[in-house]
């Protein structure tokens, strides 16, 4: 049967989230999405031997985006900056039991939001350079997701 | 928590009356209209009774004037194919207002395949239809001006019989979906002016899968479905005597009482607003007064619609409803609140909430609490 609505474990993180809020003077920020497409993502994140140490975030959105931002800070937190790299958006819409189709795309900008945050460590401590840093956040902004 | 329904809307409850009466057209009473054995002919004087209430609803002239069809979408459909390609010889223009139903607009743009030519109507910040600007773009050409009684998504209701006096005066038809409006304010087709007029069983409290078009004497449409000769050809198919039977009785219990539950909801509704406008950056969206009584819109900045729904549904046990572009299939906003001029992160924040039987002076205080609660919490999770 064609999932209908929400899984559990997405209303479950969308109303319990997990890691609400900011991190004052954090070690890496991410911020993808745009108010104008209906979703916007923040990360902060605080690191310690290489590994993600706190995270936090805040989000403008809609359940789903809400639900991924919370589970990806779930699933990003205690892991090492390379694991953390490799989370992908389809990770994270598996660990919760899945997105409805048309919300795979838009609000699932979690893994995004995480990868923003490490490389913006990664240029502070001059592991890489502004340069390399692919502009993740415009994923969310343009013509691609936002209205299509 | 009791569930508190706030998406009348979306859909009504049938009234219990409605279902005793109709209920042995199902079983006891079963018949086909067109068949003329005794138990044709019942089911067709039952038909034609349903008709003749569903026509003094909105006092036009004759119950012939009734072409029941299985919804609204087919209603606008009809309204608009039958009457734009029965007119066509006389100009292929039309016009509708920007905040017409998809159902209206659709089949609107279908046309233009059709060498049609369509212009929308603006509205201003309210809602109302620019009567200035439709003034300036009627013309003999334009064969239909379609032009809703009220907006389901907004509350507002438009100035209907100045709209039709210009349409009569500058161009050919008006059609005006009435869908939201009928028995929530009077609507009368002959002092309005209207020529063509959608209706809604199930927003009357009569079953789903019944709808009517008000086609006035003299107007002329051609069908949009071809099969038997059922509603004098214009809309063919067994009628669904069930569903129109409910239909007309829901109908005769609107005009009954519609007056007054009107102001009882009207009551509810205001200390609704009242209390929510309080809310820090939440905003009414349509029109203050000139609104459909059990109506109450909003917006609220910083905050996405699709979450207040879920977060009032999962934490309050209250169902509203949204125009955010996250809870649509389309994945676009709401086209009314662009309409009106909100800008896109304006039109996610969005809220509809719209009252029925159920809904009580009790329930203010719980759906109050509810909505301060929700824009609390997802305030607290914006990064806005």
Request: aromatic share 4%; charged share 25%.
């Amino acid at each position: 049967m064609a999932q209908i609505g929400y899984s559990k474990k997405v209303m479950e993180h969308f109303m319990n989230p997990r890691n609400v809020g900011v991190i004052e003077n954090p070690d890496g920020y991410g911020q993808v999405g745009n108010p104008v497409c209906g979703d916007l993502m923040e990360i902060f994140i605080t690191v310690k031997e290489d590994k993600i140490d706190d995270i936090k975030f805040r989000t403008f959105g809609c359940g789903s985006a809400i639900a991924v931002s919370s589970m990806v800070t779930e699933m990003a937190k205690g892991k090492t900056l390379d694991e953390a790299m490799l989370i992908t958006r389809k990770d994270v819409a598996e660990e919760l039991g899945g997105l409805p189709p048309q919300k795979m795309h838009c609000s699932n900008l979690g893994a995004d939001a995480l990868h923003a945050a490490i490389k913006n460590y990664w240029v502070k401590i001059g592991k890489i350079k502004q340069e390399e840093v692919k502009e993740e956040s415009h994923e969310g902004e343009g013509g691609e997701s936002c209205g299509t | 928590m009791c569930k508190i329904n706030l998406d009348y809307q979306s859909a009504s409850p049938l009234d219990p009356r409605v279902a005793e009466f109709a209920e042995r057209f199902l079983s006891s009473d079963f018949g086909n209209p067109s068949a003329l054995h005794s138990r044709g002919l019942a089911a067709k004087t039952a038909l034609e009774e349903a008709r003749a209430k569903v026509a003094e609803l909105i006092n036009a002239e004759s119950p012939e004037s009734i072409v029941f069809t299985a919804g609204v979408t087919e209603a606008n459909n009809l309204a608009v194919r039958g009457a734009a390609l029965r007119s066509a010889a006389k100009g292929k223009k039309l016009l509708a207002s920007l905040i017409e139903h998809i159902s209206v607009l659709n089949p609107m743009k279908d046309l233009l395949k059709g060498g049609f030519d369509l212009t929308l109507v603006p509205v201003d910040s309210m809602g109302i239809i620019d009567l200035a600007a439709l003034e300036g773009l009627l013309s003999k050409e334009t064969v239909l001006t379609s032009v809703m009684y009220a907006n389901s998504e907004i509350g507002t209701i438009q100035p209907i019989k100045e709209v039709s006096d210009l349409v009569h005066e500058k161009g050919q038809f008006l059609h005006v979906d009435g869908a939201a409006a009928a028995g929530k304010i009077p609507i009368d087709v002959q002092k309005d002016g209207i020529d063509l007029l959608t209706l809604s069983s199930n927003d009357l409290y009569g079953p789903q899968g019944a709808g009517a078009l008000y086609v006035r004497p003299g107007v002329r449409i051609q069908p949009v479905l071809f099969g038997g000769g059922q509603e004098k050809g214009q809309r063919p198919g067994t009628e669904n005597l069930y569903a129109l039977a409910g239909f007309g009785e829901a109908a005769r219990l609107a005009k009954l009482e519609k007056a007054e539950e009107s102001l009882r909801l009207q009551a509810i509704r205001d200390g609704l607003i009242k209390e929510i406008l309080k809310i820090e950056e939440s905003y009414l969206t349509g029109h203050p007064t000139k609104r459909l009584p059990h109506h109450a819109s909003f917006r609220f900045s910083r905050i996405e619609g699709e979450s207040i729904l879920l977060t009032m549904d999962a934490m309050f046990n209250i169902q509203v409803s949204t125009g955010s572009a996250c809870s649509s299939r389309t994945l676009e906003p709401s086209h009314v609140l662009l309409a009106i001029g909100l800008r896109h992160e304006q039109a996610h924040g969005s809220m509809v909430m719209t009252l029925g039987p159920e809904n009580n002076p009790d329930q203010i205080a719980a759906i109050i609490h509810a909505t301060k609660k929700t824009v609390e919490r997802l305030r607290a999770l914006s990064p806005l």
